[in-house]
């Protein structure tokens, strides 16, 4: 499983004084029901052995220390300077600790999403290879150990752990029915259900396999088409943004600032507004374009 680093849980301080918040991350397991699956499928749990209550007491911890430091030293500074409003200093602690406490709580999802992001890229590739494999007679979990010794991203980190528990005198089916039940991404869940149902009824595993590969293929054609789609109407906003409207617009200056009274309109610092304001955009649509991606799709 890909490790993600959380440098704030490697912190023996953190840990022990999240501690005494226990019983306030049990009432947040309550509010906050869908952190639970995010730890299990960011792999947070097993790589520091922490439960949804103890992540959700360092967040309340963490949130609290940032806004008695903060707050503290803010208001000591604006007391010290003879600030008319130092009560903005604690006003500044509640926004950052809030603004902490929701990023930590969305943390393990954006660590599922890049996870589902790379698992499913090369998910194709891996299942046809397990195919062939299976056609060609060898037996399921050798195939799974050479797909765990490949180069499949996340899906090999994913089977080098079947493989370990397999090894450990684990059977194969309670692995994979494990691996499918906390594994964040739907294609793999219903290929990995697959391979578990054809074991457990005796079916024709290669054939089961072969009809996930048929559907998942057409699955990645209807995102292509939808991802042409999207990209038609940005491509004319981009044309319209980055393209058109600085080209008139600078032209649109020139001829203004010609007129009496209007010559501010065209000094130096407007161009350069102009151009920050274009590459601005470039971003924008670059990140739009790159976020919008299908999963399936490689590159």
């Not at 990645?220 to 491509?235: D, T, W």
Request: proline letters at 4%.
């Amino acid at each position: 499983m890909t490790e993600a680093k959380i440098p704030v849980l490697e912190s023996k301080f953190v840990r022990g004084g999240s501690r005494l918040f226990i019983g306030v991350g049990a009432i947040l397991t309550h509010l906050f029901p869908f952190m639970r699956d995010a730890i299990d499928q960011s792999g947070v749990r097993d790589q520091y052995d922490i439960t949804t209550r103890e992540y959700l007491a360092v967040c309340f911890f963490m949130s609290t220390f940032i806004l008695i430091g903060l707050g503290g030293i803010l208001s000591f500074i604006l007391v010290s300077g003879g600030a008319a409003n130092p009560e903005f200093g604690p006003a500044i602690g509640v926004v950052v600790s809030g603004v902490f406490f929701v990023y930590m709580l969305g943390y393990p999802k954006s660590i599922v999403n890049k996870r589902v992001k790379y698992l499913e890229r090369n998910l194709l590739f891996a299942l046809r290879s397990l195919l062939i494999q299976i056609r060609s007679g060898v037996p399921i979990f050798n195939g799974i150990a050479s797909i765990a010794l490949g180069n499949y991203g996340p899906i090999t980190d994913e089977f080098k752990v079947v493989v370990e528990k397999v090894n450990a005198g684990q059977p194969v089916v309670d692995v994979l029915e494990k691996l499918a039940v906390r594994n964040p991404s739907i294609y793999f869940r219903r290929a990995m259900w697959q391979v578990v149902n054809s074991m457990k009824s005796g079916s024709d595993l290669g054939q089961n396999l072969e009809d996930v590969i048929k559907s998942l293929s057409k699955e990645q054609l209807v995102e292509i088409r939808k991802y042409k789609s999207i990209l038609n109407p940005l491509a004319m906003m981009y044309m319209m943004v980055a393209v058109i409207v600085p080209s008139l617009g600078i032209t649109m200056l020139i001829v203004l600032s010609s007129f009496p009274g209007m010559d501010a309109l065209g000094n130096e610092m407007t161009f350069y507004g102009l151009l920050v304001f274009v590459v601005f955009m470039q971003f924008i649509f670059l990140g739009l374009i790159k976020s919008r991606r299908p999963n399936l799709i490689g590159g």
